[in-house]
């Protein structure tokens, strides 16, 4: 007879044996590690809270002290790979697998681990396919999360840094799999429920606060001309004439300074109420200047940013809160909101090619996608029609028959020719096909697809990648506005002139800017301190920000 | 460090009647130009130092194409260059111009 | 020398008058602060004086060597006026630099009639011209010195990136009165430097709001290191160099006493404050904690009840 419920019945067995560790759901913080030893098992699929900003730190910690003798092996699905200790695991052998979304700040050290064979790579994701496939065939047997703090019933309040959790939680509680959570205290009350208690095994008090970063924060001071151009250009170029108001900016400094410019460059243009009036977005400090003006109706955020708590609390018309007043983040419907409801993605890139595929992988550093992908990229099962969506499949597909032919999310790669150390954005041939070689790997990291691609903005212009034919128009576009690159040097210059007389390329002169009024009087904050201003002194921007 | 020269011909005498002007200052991405009205009519030098070394075909090309675009006849700029980028030095060389068309 | 102007190109022409002094470059603060079109350079940037050791170094060299000196009038009255350009080597004294602000301070102690205003953004001294740069201030020092007791007032201002550190904090501890803004900074060490030398427990270098209560105008001005605090605007910085120009008494002997004991008064009182709070609670600065995050409106009135300037030290 086939027993249907082993799973059931290991985790009962699991429970009763770590709950000799706990007083109720609450185990102490020199027990964490012999808590682990007790409830993981060789092997077991194990999601540590790995989010984008916020940090499981001591579980971490926990977890890597642990006895490799009876835990080890373990198949780590996290969505960051951030901490130094994310790796350690690897070094340790307590894990030995892994499958994740993002490594930003360790993209170098697990460049080294892959090659080395230190880690078996199961495959790098998009968030929104990593959570998918909790579901489905990553479900995580252990989850590690963190949340600010517990009620003595074990509820928890997970605050403005929600971002993964209810996700994760909601994959291995309902799968038989075990939640232990660390807290930062232990209150009588929380603000409110954002994880109820069962849902959660255990629950640990840290010594300190988990760990959270400022990912979000771009200083108005660093904002160059070369930016401030791309930034009209888009504004004038694709925001205007499409009349984009459901948007997604990924973060980066020209669209801080299209944050920027829409209470000053946006305002002389008479676009307010037209455009940028609906977000997927985290709590951008950048764009409290445009919120103050009345640009924005609402924002969904996918995290919190650190310093903007109490501007959030002031501001609950505009952003998603509790009835506690804090945020409420979500990143996984945030995702999805960036998926099917927002017109535009528009984000920077490390390298584009002659298909206008993107990607940030170099041969030496590895940051994985994070939303990117999901974010950039057309949503062929979406349904319902907008202006800007509509507008988009006219120009991709002129001839079909109108009723037939969908739209097409309106996907923006911007940024200048040159990047940091003069490196070039353009190139024949992406660092990331050299990464698949050497790895062994089925596809290479492409963070955006040239086929998903609408429009390329640069400070020589705008490339509209719907309105050509053919894949000889498409890099001619490309080469069109790449500058000074070899690639742009390379260019055919009489195809670009017919492409530029066809609309296909557009100068900044044939939108009507001269470069040299990209200058840094345009942006309505010149500093994090004109931001705390704006904000009316709400806004408490992170130590490293301040110049007073 | 690399100097570099470019000689050009202009289409025609650049606008105002300044003698002088500077723009930009020297650092990491940065550059300055002093342009000086003391040339013929229909000529432009444009003399380099810079701190990037090995870009004299980039270098040539955007003075190539500043010189095509803006005419700056008569003016000789002289660059000290931090290792800008070409957009850069094009936005600096177009400000210089800028200025000197203005009344002395 | 010829009159020429050099309006840089980084501001458009309107709202000239409320642009950031922190962000405009050396030129541009001169040319707004002094009357309109009254700026001759001396040694300008098409002498192409350069400095003769950054060669050696392969380093790129700067027209004007990082410093633009010449005269203007102030509202209406001739003064002599440096700026240094913050951005280029950090603004630090080598050995053209600091010849061009010599020589400016020795015409004016011999001219005797027009006071001098020197713009400070420096991080001290030139490594790669240590010798040259260490002689500089030594030098400049002097001529400040000099010039004070030929009757001629100094006043620096302090608002720019680089601060006013190193030798420029000495001598900016030289100068008749003292003029700065909330990003401005007055030292002498840098906040690496200190911890490095003392360690971490004893100064972190990244916590920027420690670095601005102990080296920041707010503090200098609660202090009585400097003798104004104004906005980060060229209007305010001219209208504050106006103020002290018309308020600053003479220089004697007896100043210089007056200085020596104000510093030991300060050193008795406040020396064994751990943390530039602890001194302005002892001065009675209501809601102490708060000055860091006060508008310079609100700073700028406090100031004035807690802090009286005492106009016969320096």
Same mark, same amino acid.
């Given at each position: ?11 009962? =067995? ?61 198949? /780590? ?32 050290r697990i460049a080294q681990m892959l090659f080395g064979g230190k880690i078996e790579l199961g495959a790098v994701h998009t968030y929104l396919e990593l959570f998918a ?57 929380? %603000? ?16 300190? %606060? ?29 925001? +205007? ?33 037209? &455009? =940028? ?9 950048? *764009? ?21 708590? !109490? ?43 002659? #298909? ?9 550093? &590895? ?19 907008? +202006?800007? $969506? ?9 001839? =079909? ?68 034919? !053919? ?53 309505? =904050? ?23 | /460090? ?11 005498? +650049? ?43 980039? $270098?040539?090309?955007?003075?190539? !194409? ?26 600096? *060389?177009? #400000? ?9 | /020398? %010829? ?5 840089? +190109? ?51 060299? #700067? ?81 400040v010195m000099e010039a004070r007791t030929a009757g001629v007032k100094v006043i620096g201002l302090i608002g720019g990136r680089s601060g006013c550190y190193g030798g ?43 670095? $601005? ?88 009135? *406090? ?12």
């Open positions: 007879m086939t027993d249907w419920q082993r799973h059931r019945k290991a985790f009962d =067995a699991l429970i009763e044996a770590g709950s000799k560790l706990a007083k109720g759901k609450f185990v102490e913080v020199h027990d964490a590690t012999r808590l682990m030893e007790t409830v993981i098992r060789p092997g077991d699929r194990v999601c540590l809270e790995g989010d984008n900003q916020k940090q499981a730190d001591t579980l971490c910690g926990a977890l890597l002290a642990i006895d490799t003798g009876k835990v080890n092996n373990l198949h /780590m699905v996290q969505s960051g790979v951030v901490l130094a200790e994310h790796l350690d695991l690897f070094d340790r052998g307590v894990a030995t697998k892994l499958d994740y979304a993002y490594s930003g700040p360790q993209s170098a496939r909790y579901f489905i065939d990553l479900t995580p047997h252990v989850a590690l999360i963190a949340a600010v703090s517990a009620d003595r019933d074990g509820n928890l309040y997970t605050g403005p840094n929600t971002e993964d959790t209810p996700t994760v939680v909601e994959a291995t509680a309902f799968k038989n799999g075990i939640v232990i959570a660390q807290v930062n205290e232990i209150v009588d009350k929380l %603000p409110r429920v954002d994880i109820p208690t069962d849902r959660v095994h255990f629950i640990v008090k840290a010594e300190k %606060p988990f760990f959270v970063e400022p990912l979000f924060t771009r200083d108005p001071a660093a904002i160059t001309e070369g930016q401030i151009l791309t930034a009209m250009l888009a504004i004038k170029g694709i925001y +205007a004439p499409y009349g984009v108001r459901r948007l997604n900016h990924g973060i980066g400094f020209s669209t801080a300074a299209i944050e920027l410019l829409l209470p000053t460059f946006g305002e002389k243009l008479g676009l307010k109420g037209k &455009i =940028a009036s609906h977000f997927a977005l985290n709590p951008h400090p950048a *764009l409290i200047p445009a919120i103050e003006s009345g640009w924005v109706e609402q924002i969904h955020s996918f995290g919190s940013e650190v310093g903007m708590d !109490d501007y959030i609390r002031a501001r609950s018309d505009i952003y998603f809160t509790g009835s506690d007043g804090s945020l409420r983040s979500n990143r996984a419907f945030c995702q999805v909101a960036g998926l099917y409801a927002c017109d535009m993605f528009i984000g920077s890139t490390l390298q584009i090619d002659l #298909q206008g595929n993107s990607s940030t992988v170099t041969t030496s550093r &590895i940051a994985g996608f994070g939303g990117a992908p999901n974010m950039g990229a057309d949503a062929r099962g979406r349904r319902h029609p907008s +202006a800007p $969506w509509l507008q988009a499949g006219r120009e991709s597909d002129p001839t =079909a028959s109108a009723r037939l032919r969908r739209g097409r999310k309106l996907v923006v790669q911007i940024g200048e020719t040159f990047g940091d150390k003069n490196v070039p954005l353009f190139v024949e041939r992406l660092d990331a096909l050299e990464l698949a070689e050497k790895l062994n790997l089925d596809l290479a990291p492409v963070m955006i697809y040239g086929d998903d691609v609408t429009h390329i903005v640069t400070e020589e212009g705008i490339a509209n990648l719907l309105q050509c034919r !053919d894949a000889n128009e498409r890099e001619q576009a490309i080469r069109g506005v790449a500058g000074y690159t070899e690639v742009g040097r390379g260019r055919d210059k009489n195809m670009v002139q017919r492409l530029r007389e066809r609309g296909v390329i557009r100068r900044p002169e044939d939108l009507g800017i001269d470069p040299l009024d990209a200058d840094r009087s345009m942006l309505a =904050a010149h500093s994090i301190k004109d931001l705390v201003r704006w904000s009316g002194g709400l806004y408490a921007p992170p130590s490293k920000f301040r110049n007073w | /460090m690399e100097d570099l020269h470019f000689h050009h011909t202009a289409r025609e005498r +650049a606008g105002g009647s300044r003698k002088m002007a500077i723009v930009g200052v020297v650092a990491s991405g940065n550059l300055e130009v002093l342009v000086e009205r003391m040339l013929a009519d229909d000529e432009c030098q444009v003399e380099i130092k810079t701190a990037a070394v090995g870009f004299g075909e980039l $270098w040539n090309a955007v003075v190539a !194409d500043f010189v095509e675009r803006y005419a700056p006849g008569g003016l000789k700029f002289s660059v000290n260059d931090g290792g800008a980028r070409p957009d850069t030095v094009s936005l600096r *060389l177009a #400000q210089a111009v800028r200025l000197m068309q203005e009344a002395g | /020398m %010829p009159k020429s102007r050099q309006l840089a +190109a980084d501001i458009p022409h309107e709202n000239t008058k409320a642009i950031s002094f922190y962000e405009s470059s050396a030129r541009t603060r001169v040319e707004l602060l002094v009357d309109a079109g009254s700026f001759s350079e001396f040694i300008g940037p098409e002498m192409r004086e350069v400095s003769p050791h950054l060669k050696i170094f392969d380093l790129p060299e #700067q027209f004007d060597d990082g410093i633009v000196v010449g005269s203007g009038r102030l509202d209406s009255a001739p003064i002599f006026i440096a700026a240094q350009e913050g951005r280029f080597m950090g603004g630090a004294f080598g050995e053209v630099h600091g010849a061009k602000l010599t020589g400016l301070l020795r015409a004016a102690r011999d001219i005797k009639s027009m006071p001098v205003v020197i713009l400070f953004d420096t991080g001290g001294v030139r490594l790669q011209e240590a010798n040259a740069g260490e002689l500089a201030i030594a030098e400049i020092m002097r001529a420029g904090g000495l001598i900016a501890g030289c100068c008749s009165a003292l003029v700065a803004s909330e990003q401005g900074r007055i030292a002498v060490s840098g906040p690496e430097v200190i911890e490095t030398n003392r360690g971490v427990e004893e100064f972190d270098s990244r916590d920027r709001a420690l670095v $601005w209560r102990t080296m920041g105008g707010k503090h200098r001005r609660l202090l009585g290191g400097a003798e104004a605090f104004t906005e980060d605007t060229v209007r305010d910085f001219r209208d504050a160099a106006v103020q002290l120009l018309g308020s600053t008494p003479d220089f004697s002997l007896q100043t210089l006493h007056a200085e020596q004991s104000r510093l030991e008064e300060r050193l008795q009182r406040f020396g064994a404050c751990l943390d530039a709070t602890d001194i302005w609670i002892a001065e009675g600065v209501p809601d102490a904690l708060n000055v860091p995050a006060m508008p310079a409106d609100q700073f700028v009135v *406090l100031a004035d009840k807690v802090r009286r300037i005492r106009r016969d030290a320096r």
